[in-house]
Nanobody
Framework: QVQLVESGGGLVQAGGSLRLSCVASGIVFSINDMGWYRQVPGKQRELVAGIRRDGTTNVEYPLKGRFTISRDNAKNEVYLQMNSLKPEDTGTYYC?????????????WGQGTQVTVSS
């Protein structure tokens, strides 16, 4: 059974920084694309950033310059560095990953980690 577990969320003042981590555990043969999404109550989950296995990244336009995504393939981990945080960055952050296990390849999701930015 593969699991994605996020960590690093919390309460931070506007202008502060947080680094989210997400690790895939279980029987993992390989991980392709990984990404971070966020969701606020009443809204759809939205893409924050994605990263391919070769390290190619994409950060959604409004967040460029403040958010950085990276990964460590040896550790099966993906990270989201968030700087200059704003109250509107508040939400639940989820990681996902396209994982090949001993079962058919599919997308997995973490349980989410809460980020709250106070003004």
């Amino acid at each position: 059974q593969v699991q994605l577990v996020e960590s690093g969320g919390g309460l931070v003042q506007a202008g502060g920084s947080l680094r989210l981590s997400c690790v895939a555990s279980g029987i993992v043969f390989s991980i392709n694309d990984m990404g971070w999404y966020r969701q606020v109550p009443g809204k759809q989950r939205e893409l924050v950033a994605g990263i391919r296995r070769d390290g190619t990244t994409n950060v959604e336009y409004p967040l460029k310059g403040r958010f950085t995504i990276s990964r460590d393939n040896a550790k099966n981990e993906v990270y989201l560095q968030m700087n200059s945080l704003k109250p509107e960055d508040t939400g639940t952050y989820y990681c996902n990953a396209d994982i090949q296990t001993n079962a058919p390849r599919r997308i997995y999701w973490g349980q989410g980690t809460q980020v709250t930015v106070s003004s």
